[in-house]
């Protein structure tokens, strides 16, 4: 015990900050079944942060990115948020990575008087809307109205959903039954899954026997992956995910089985296949340039999201400094930022500030994401 | 009737696993908390032989299942033997830690993210009457048969099978008899590896791999075991097709999160009505 | 009957006097609070697994139990805090004797068998229910403890909280230890037929045991609940029923200190090595393998065996 304590003491006595410097927390699942969401955020924040510093940080501070994984638990969400809050005194905290993971601490943020930008899809977090609680990602109320309307501009009336238990796929399918009410689309079969299942055939084959025009999967991680190989065994076509397999990692996984998929997504995958006039095309491609330069592999979208993340971050400590209530009044006050999901237009009552202009309809062939017809 | 196809599948798997169970309890009357933890060491062997390395199939699965084989053999030699007090309570928590001793070197070698391993062969859906069955599908569920088979050749036919089941009758007696019981504990090990691992090589470019995989097909392989009732060969095997066929039932009945729950349920079901399992012999209470 | 020894308890009330007082960042009396709620929790295990000889893998569904009972009756129903304390003891008791009367017949490692498969039935039902207990993506918005117009809100009168009941139970503890119970419980353990024959009601016994461990189970779940004011299905898996057979078995099986040292010990693993989290499991593993394979009676025994050496 007498050990532990001077641990403790050590600890303590290391934790004085030092001026002309702003430290910020990072959560991402680097590991874990989102980790091909969490992992490009991680480098994205880092790869954004060395370059900040190198330029003179923002109004002179050099930031300090202090990052955990987060694994996608929910449990180790909270308590490393904790920790950032009370032991490192972050200024602000960027990520989490999952829905769930967002919402465990969303209430935490204003608790412990921590600005907290999420790097989640789900409107969720941003509904009702918390002073403290930021996201950047799309959201899934969007998604599915994208995916509605290219269904209903392809004449598709029925649709079978089949999502994921964890709160991606929770919040989705909410999300994905109110905008079948609006857009007019009939929901005939309704499935889930496990975030672990190994054998999805059984729903896909209730959900054939129902004989929608299209199939919507909602989920992230290897499972929506096997969804798309057993879909293809039983010969479903007109598969749809959700943008949170927008990833090229996504598309190994699947395999031969992705061709074909169309998903909602972000310009990001996309970015060299835009018009030149498109208003996105520079921020994307700068960012596209950097990374895939740095890392040596493909964007995906979630890196994008922590990219916004940290831009809004930027953009709003560059006019507040650190006060915290002007830095969020600077945060909910951002106009016309163009970031790699869209353009952002917060107000005090909508804290995503993107609209479904966000997404277009991507497709996956041969192993490439390409603009869907 | 589809789900009679995918549930054949999953079956067969289930049935693998629940024949390394019987190996080593035949054997040791032992239960092997790790043995799920050899069905995740062979997808992981086949993606870094078959998808690194590129071995032809041929070569690879083999010495994938030899590897785990060999694994198996240290296994027994390094966790069990050197249990000091051979208490039921030691032996159980003695495999709960290897198999997370295991688990964990599998993350830090692979790593936390799935893998995949790609395909054996091109992949082909095969129209059947009510359903669909991919290629991919009737490989696990022909090499799986092939695999019971070999094993029960192995088993009835050969010298160590026999002096295995000598062991399980009487150790002292087998003994006396001029068997090597210590020798027969540590084949049986690194037999139930192998077949695990076997199970895991043929499921991978089906459900790809995951260092955490173990855990679940090693429970639901247990489930099998006991369904079937523990010990008996046959018994194990159509334990384990029996819950691939009601798991896959159950997922077009019930909402599908109930599935993973079938093979609980039927481990505390026979555990309560029926210990010896529904093909079993009754046993005797050792005292 | 031996005599009592109140120096555990001193002790750890001592070290928890300590920590309050010295400690002044919130983080770690958080952590010294997790702790705690591990050391009840595979106190409680020990008791299970050394004192009677009941192989319990399954301990985390009454953990959850427990949470879940409060959470939901706090955040749903908006109950006073310290109302839900009873009803989760009742729940995880009714729960442990309905599914103790059949699981408890069976021995070694059926009954290993059958307490996982509980615990994973649970854990799924956890997950599935989510119209009671918000699903995978966890339970919001539990309240806080307040009786007699003390405020448990705040980390730091959570800790003191926490220590008085954790100091009174490890008081408790010691009566146990020395109690005739005891005597009967270790009995049991080493020769269930020759108990029978002494004519103890072991069945019955051990199901009374089995259930009172459960709802005391239960009730560190709602400490745990409205510590954390956000529980999901994860904390409550197979993963944390092992991670307590590791505690009370490294700890020392048999041993009423076992528990408290071994979670103490297993639970700064996460803190002192928060950058090497990879090794987090390779940690409890090991030293779950080396204690089973090499120091029988774990830390705990070691150590007693050590002073009956000096003496």
């Known amino acids: 015990m007498v050990r532990i304590l001077a641990v403790m003491v050590i600890i303590l006595s290391c934790l004085t900050a030092f001026a002309g410097e702003v430290k910020l927390g990072a959560l991402f699942s680097e590991t874990g079944p989102a980790s091909y969401l969490g992992h490009p955020e991680k480098l994205t924040a880092e790869m954004l942060v060395a370059e900040i510093n190198a330029a003179g940080g923002i109004n002179g501070d050099k930031v300090v990115l202090v990052s955990y994984d987060t694994q996608g638990d929910e449990q180790r969400t909270i308590n490393y948020f904790k920790r950032l809050a009370t032991k490192d005194k972050v200024f602000a905290v960027i990520g989490p990575t999952t829905t769930g993971s967002s919402l465990a601490v969303k209430d935490l ?17 941003v509904t009702p809307v918390n002073k403290y609680v930021f996201k950047t990602p799309q959201s899934d109320i969007h998604a599915a109205e994208t995916i509605f309307k290219y269904m209903k501009s ?220 | 009737m589809q789900f009679l196809y995918s549930g054949l599948t999953g079956g067969s798997i289930y049935a693998l696993v629940a024949l390394g169970y019987n190996i080593i309890y035949n054997t040791t009357g032992l239960i092997n908390f790790a043995q799920g933890e050899f069905v995740m060491l062979g997808g992981m062997l086949i993606y ?58 599998a993350m830090h070698i692979w790593g936390r993210d799935t893998v995949t391993v790609g395909e054996f062969m091109p992949v082909k859906s095969i129209e059947l009457p009510g359903g669909v069955i991919s290629n991919q599908s009737i490989m696990v569920i022909a090499v799986g048969a092939c695999i019971a088979f070999i094993l029960h050749l192995f088993l009835k036919r050969s010298k160590y099978g026999r002096a295995m089941r000598a062991c399980f009758d009487d150790m002292t007696a087998a003994g006396i008899c001029g068997i090597n019981a210590v020798m027969v504990r540590v084949m049986s090990f690194g037999v139930a590896a192998a077949v695990g691992a076997a199970a895991g090589v043929l499921i991978s470019p089906i459900t790809f791999v995951t260092y955490d995989d173990g855990l679940m097909i090693g429970l ?55 210990p010896a399992g529904l093909f079993g012999k009754r046993m005797a209470k050792r005292v | 009957m031996r005599k009592i020894n109140p ?58 139990i427990g949470a879940y009972i409060s959470g939901v009756l706090s955040a749903t129903y908006g109950w006073n805090a310290l109302l839900t304390f009873p009803v989760a003891f009742m729940g995880a008791f009714i729960i442990a004797y309905i599914i103790g009367w059949p699981v408890l017949r069976l021995h070694g490692h059926y009954l290993a068998m059958a307490t996982l498969g509980f615990g994973m039935i649970i854990y799924i039902l956890m997950n599935e229910m989510d119209f009671i207990t918000g699903g995978p993506s966890g339970l919001m918005g539990i309240g806080d403890i307040e009786f007699f117009g003390l405020y448990f809100g705040l980390d730091q009168a959570y800790f003191v909280l926490m220590s008085v009941y954790f100091v009174f139970v490890l008081f408790m503890l010691e009566l146990f230890d020395k109690s005739f119970l005891h005597y009967k419980l270790k009995f049991i353990k080493s020769s269930e037929s020759a108990s029978n024959s002494y004519g103890l009601d072991t069945v019955q016994t051990k199901l009374l045991v089995f259930a009172f461990v459960a709802g005391f189970t239960a009730v560190n779940g709602s400490l745990y609940a409205f510590f954390v004011h956000f529980i999901s299905p ?37 803190e002192l090595f928060a950058s090497a989290e990879d090794y987090e499991m390779l940690i409890y593993g090991g030293l779950l393998a080396v204690c089973v394979m090499f120091v029988p009676g774990g830390i705990a025994g070691t150590l007693s065996r050590l002073r009956k050496k000096d003496a």
């Open chain 2, 48 to 105: 870094t032989l078959f998808a690194v390395f590129g071995m032809p199939f041929i070569i690879a699965f083999p010495l994938a299942v030899v590897t785990a084989l060999i694994v198996g053999l240290l296994f027994e030699r390094v966790f069990i033997n050197l249990v000091r007090v051979k208490s039921d309570i030691n032996l159980i928590t003695v495999t709960i830690a290897a198999s997370i001793l295991l688990r964990d070197f």
């Open chain 1, 109 to 125: 943020a204003e608790k412990f008087n921590t600005p907290l930008i999420s790097c989640a899809a789900s409107a969720t977090i």
């Open chain 2, 220 to 274: 639901k392989g247990f489930a099998a075991a006991i369904l079937g009732g523990l010990g008996s060969f046959w018994g194990a095997v159509a334990g384990g097709i029996l819950l691939g066929l009601l798991e896959s039932f159950a997922a077009t009945i019930m909402p599908s999160g109930y599935k993973d729950a079938i093979a609980f349920v039927v481990i505390l079901l026979i555990l309560f009505v029926k």
């Open chain 1, 154 to 373: 392809k004449g598709m009336k029925k649709a079978a959903i089949i999502t994921a238990q964890n709160g991606f796929g929770v919040t989705g399918r909410d999300a994905l039954i109110e905008g079948a009410k609006v857009q007019g689309i009939e929901i005939v079969s309704d499935e889930k899954f496990g975030d672990k299942d190994k054998d999805m055939t059984s729903q896909l084959s209730k959900i054939k026997s129902a004989s929608p025009d299209a199939v919507i999967c909602w989920g992230v991680g290897p499972a929506p992956a096997i969804v798309a190989k057993n879909a293809k065994d039983l010969g479903i076509n007109n598969l749809f995910m959700s943008h949170g397999v927008a990833s090229m990692k996504f598309v190994e996984l699947a395999g031969t089985s992705a061709d074909g998929l169309k998903l909602p997504a972000g310009r990001l995958i996309v970015a060299d296949r835009l018009a030149d006039s498109d208003p996105f095309k520079p921020v994307l491609m700068q960012y596209k340039k950097d990374y895939e330069g740095k890392f040596n592999m493909p964007v995906s979208a979630f890196g994008g999201h922590a990219y916004d993340a940290f831009s809004l971050f930027k953009l709003a400590y560059e006019k507040s400094g650190a006060d915290k209530d002007k830095f969020l009044a600077a945060l909910a006050g951002t106009k016309n930022f163009k970031g790699t999901a869209g353009e952002f237009n917060m107000t005090e009552t909508d804290h995503n500030g993107l609209t479904s202009d966000a997404f277009i309809m991507v497709e996956i062939r041969d192993g490439k994401f390409e603009i869907a017809q």
């Open chain 3, 234 to 270: 994860v904390s409550f898996s197979l993963k944390y029923s092992i991670e307590l057979v590791a505690m009370a078995t490294v700890g020392g099986l048999g041993y009423i200190t076992g528990g408290v040292i071994g979670a103490v010990i297993l639970g700064l693993v996460p």
């Open chain 3, 7 to 64: 120096f555990p308890a001193l002790i750890a009330a001592f070290i928890l006097a300590a920590v309050g007082l010295t400690v002044e960042n919130e983080y770690y009396l958080g952590v010294a609070v997790i702790i705690m709620i591990h050391a009840l929790n595979a106190t409680g295990l020990n008791i299970l697994l050394g004192y009677t000889g009941i192989i319990s893998i399954g301990q985390a569904a009454f953990f959850g």
